[in-house]
């Protein structure tokens, strides 16, 4: 019985092994990559949090028109020849509240602007997030695309190398033709060892970024480097005046949603709010109201005094006990009015320069959002100029590729027939590994761009 346990629990050891390899295993895509890297990202995290925060804040200014709620107790004592010696007060309910309008409506559209801020601040590192992530990304696929590229490249020059040193020793190649195809193995093999360094480099980072650990295994969508979408194929093939001529339009798109442009013009209704709400002191009175419920009792009421003869002691003694009557007795207040505060129209009341330093702010708003606005433009037609580039980069090279690769084939026909010597052949392989390579970093070139215009827009125009 105790083998058949320890089979069973060595199969599920095994199996659980198996299922975690799997899922270390498991293919990551572009949009995986993203929910994973936002999830696990602190500084998104936080600014959610601070979303509900003001949401919270929010919340709170309206707590201000609930007036406040509660109930009293006191017992007070004094010395009195006559009446009582003092008396038990019961407030089963008191409540107060006052309020300015003028300074509760502006600090409340001033609890709704911090809010947009902090939703459009969350906006934009989640922006930031899944720009670095998609960088990140096409980063390590374009590095084992070095990496395999590199890789091909060694071995078709080792192989080369093995052939000349052959001929080499019996006569058939100069010992220039072996150094030279040693160099260039060598050089080759270095260029491995770098590219397999950049290709680890990437891994690290794109794990850190996601919240893994620097070492996890990473499998990519090798895929995600094609351009198979007809958007894609779309923007490769326009020309360069049509893709500049979408700038007017993508320039209007980023002045409505790029959430840095929407902070400031918020910032600046803020600073216009919080100096409107110093300014109410003065412009506006301050209502209250206040009242309360409850019992008073005296403390030994005296109804027995003596006033000088029968008739006065009578009626003094009569009218205090109606006055003063034993027992508790319940009552009730309320009072209405309003203040004015007058005195902050003074120069050296605080209120004036509170009110001067929230204008200050706003200008200031103004200034930066003329500047914001400028770097918009540029960036907008500096990542339209990058897409260009890298589109007629992608054109040229899948051409170059074609080419590269028949000057391959025809050199490797004339070398074995003897009708061109080592270096050519060196060379159009070469020749083929640099266009692989530029064709790669060019599909990287257009992703990135529309990734950043994506950024500089604020919102999702190009799709992955």
Same mark, same amino acid.
């Given at each position: 019985m105790k083998g058949v346990y320890n089979k069973i629990l060595f199969s599920l050891v095994i199996m659980m092994i198996c299922s975690f390899s799997l899922a270390a295993d498991e293919r990551i895509s572009l949009n995986d990559a993203i929910s994973i890297s936002l999830e696990n990202n602190n500084r998104y995290k936080t600014a959610k949090e601070k979303v509900n925060e003001k949401s919270l804040k929010v919340h709170e200014v309206w707590g201000e028109l609930w007036p406040e709620l509660g109930s009293a107790a006191s017992a007070t004592r004094w010395e009195a020849d006559r009446g009582s010696n003092g008396q038990y007060n019961l407030q089963l309910i008191k409540g107060s509240l006052a309020v300015n309008p003028g300074a509760f409506y502006y600090r409340l559209q001033s609890a709704r602007e911090e809010k947009i801020i902090t939703v459009n601040d969350e906006r934009r590192i989640k922006a930031d997030t899944t720009m670095n992530a998609i960088q990140l990304y096409y980063r390590l696929l374009l590095a084992r695309e070095g990496v395999k590229l590199r890789s091909d490249s060694v071995k078709a020059l080792e192989e080369n190398l093995r052939v000349v040193e052959a001929g080499y020793k019996n006569g058939s190649f100069t010992r220039l033709a072996f150094l030279r195809a040693g160099v260039a193995a060598a050089n080759e093999n270095t260029r491995l060892i770098n590219a397999r360094k950049e290709s680890e480099a990437a891994k690290a980072a794109f794990n850190l970024h996601l919240g893994r650990e620097i070492d996890a295994p990473l499998v990519l969508d090798g895929n995600a480097l094609q351009l198979e979408s007809s958007d894609d194929k779309s923007v490769i093939s326009m020309k360069e005046d049509d893709l500049m001529g979408h700038y007017g339009e993508l320039v209007a798109i980023a002045l409505k949603n790029r959430p840095e442009l929407i902070q400031i013009s918020h910032k600046k209704s803020l600073s216009d709010d919080k100096a409107m709400e110093s300014e109410s002191v003065y412009l506006w009175p301050s209502f209250f109201v206040n009242g309360s419920y409850g019992s008073t009792k005296l403390i030994n009421p005296k109804g027995d005094g003596e006033y000088g003869n029968e008739l006065a002691n009578s009626i003094i003694n009569g009218l205090n006990n109606e006055l003063n009557p034993p027992g508790w007795n319940k009552n009730w207040n309320i009072s209405l009015g309003a203040t004015y505060r007058w005195g902050a129209l003074s120069p050296a009341d605080s209120s004036g320069p509170r009110s001067g330093q929230f204008k200050s702010l706003s200008?200031?708003?103004?200034?930066?959002?003329?500047?914001?606005?400028? !770097?918009? +433009?540029?960036? /907008?037609?500096?990542?339209?100029? @990058? $897409?260009?580039? #890298?589109?007629?980069?992608?054109? !040229?090279? +899948?051409?170059? /590729?074609?080419?590269?690769?028949? @000057? $391959?084939?025809? #050199?490797?026909?004339?070398?074995?027939?003897?009708?061109?010597?080592?270096?050519?052949?060196?060379?159009?392989?070469?020749?083929?590994?640099?266009?692989?390579?530029?064709?790669?970093?060019?599909?990287?070139?257009?992703?990135?761009?529309?990734?950043?215009?994506?950024r500089a827009l604020g919102s999702d125009y190009f799709r992955f």
């Open positions: 200008k200031q708003a103004d200034l930066e959002m003329e500047d914001f606005v400028r !770097s918009i +433009r540029f960036e /907008i037609q500096d990542g339209l100029l @990058s $897409l260009e580039s #890298a589109s007629h980069s992608i054109l !040229s090279q +899948r051409g170059n /590729i074609k080419s590269a690769e028949e @000057s $391959l084939r025809v #050199a490797v026909l004339q070398f074995k027939n003897g009708m061109i010597d080592n270096t050519e052949l060196l060379n159009a392989n070469v020749e083929l590994s640099n266009a692989k390579t530029m064709y790669v970093q060019s599909l990287y070139e257009f992703q990135i761009s529309k990734a950043r215009l994506n």
